[in-house]
C-alpha cells in the first residue's frame, strides 16, 4: 500500500501558514469583534461540510464575503476549474493582504470593500454573474438595512442556477435568504470553535 509522505519543508510551511492565519483571525477580532465575529479561522469539518455538497467543476465565477484568514478560499481554489476566478471581498485590509501575500494563484482577486459593492467590484473586473457566493460575514450583529443591501446585490448578481452558501453563529441569516430564494437548505456543524449553522440558497 503506498504511503502519503509530506516532506519536512511542506510540514513546516504549512504550520507556518496555520500560526500565521491564527495569528492575524485573533488580531483582527481583538480590533473589531462585532464585524469578525471568531476569533478562530473556520475548521476543516466546517469547510467541507459547506463545500462538498456543491458541484464546483461548473463554477466560473465564485464570491467569497469576509474570507478571514482564508481556509474556505484555499478549500474553494483546490476545487475550481483552472479558468474560474474566486473574487473575495472583506472590509478589513489586513485579511486581504494575508490572502495577497499566503496565496499565490492567478484566479484569486482579493479586494478589501464591504459585499455591499458586490456588483460594482463584479462589474470593474468585467466577471459578470456570480455561479457560487460563499458568506461568513456576520449578519446578526450588522444593521439590518445593511443585510438588506448585501442581500439584495447577492440576488441581483447571482447567475439563475447559482447558489448562496452561508455559515453562521447565529440564525439571523435566515430572515434575509428566505425571502430572496426559492429553497434554502440547513444544516449545523458541531466540530467548529463556535459550533455554526450551514446554509444552501438557490
Ligand atoms: C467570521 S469572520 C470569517 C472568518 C473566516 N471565514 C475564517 O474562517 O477565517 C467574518 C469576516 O467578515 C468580514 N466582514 C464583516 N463584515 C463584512 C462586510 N460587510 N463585507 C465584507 N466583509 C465583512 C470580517 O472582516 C471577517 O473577516
Known amino acids: 500500500m503506498a504511503t502519503r509522505f509530506q516532506s519536512p519543508d511542506k510540514t513546516s510551511s504549512d504550520l507556518a501558514r496555520k500560526t500565521s492565519a491564527l495569528g492575524v483571525s485573533a488580531r483582527e477580532f481583538l480590533r473589531s469583534p462585532q464585524l469578525v465575529g471568531s476569533?478562530?479561522?473556520?475548521?476543516?469539518?466546517?469547510?467541507?461540510?459547506?463545500?462538498?455538497?456543491?458541484?464546483?467543476?461548473?463554477?466560473?465565477?465564485?464570491?467569497?464575503?469576509?474570507?478571514?484568514?482564508?481556509?474556505?478560499?484555499?478549500?474553494?481554489l483546490q476545487r475550481m476549474p483552472h479558468d474560474s476566478r474566486l473574487v473575495t471581498l472583506d472590509v478589513s485590509p489586513h485579511f486581504t493582504r494575508h490572502l495577497q501575500r499566503s496565496i499565490d494563484d492567478p484566479r484569486l482577486l482579493a479586494v478589501t470593500a464591504s459585499a455591499s459593492s458586490v456588483a460594482e467590484i463584479l462589474e470593474r473586473h468585467g466577471l459578470g454573474s456570480a455561479d457560487l457566493i460563499v458568506t461568513g460575514i456576520p449578519f446578526s450583529t450588522m444593521s439590518a438595512q445593511l443585510a438588506d443591501q448585501i442581500m439584495d446585490a447577492s440576488a441581483q448578481v447571482l447567475s439563475p442556477h447559482g447558489q448562496v452558501l452561508a455559515y453562521q453563529m447565529r440564525t439571523a441569516v435566515e430572515g434575509y435568504l428566505e425571502p430572496r430564494f426559492g429553497k434554502v437548505r440547513k444544516s449545523f456543524v458541531w466540530r467548529n470553535i463556535p459550533p455554526c449553522h450551514l446554509y444552501w440558497a438557490s
Not at 45 to 74: F, I, M
Open 39 to 76: 476569533a478562530f479561522p473556520a475548521s476543516q469539518v466546517l469547510v467541507d461540510r459547506l463545500l462538498d455538497p456543491v458541484d464546483w467543476s461548473s463554477a466560473r465565477v465564485v464570491v467569497e464575503y469576509g474570507p478571514g484568514s482564508g481556509p474556505l478560499t484555499r478549500a474553494m
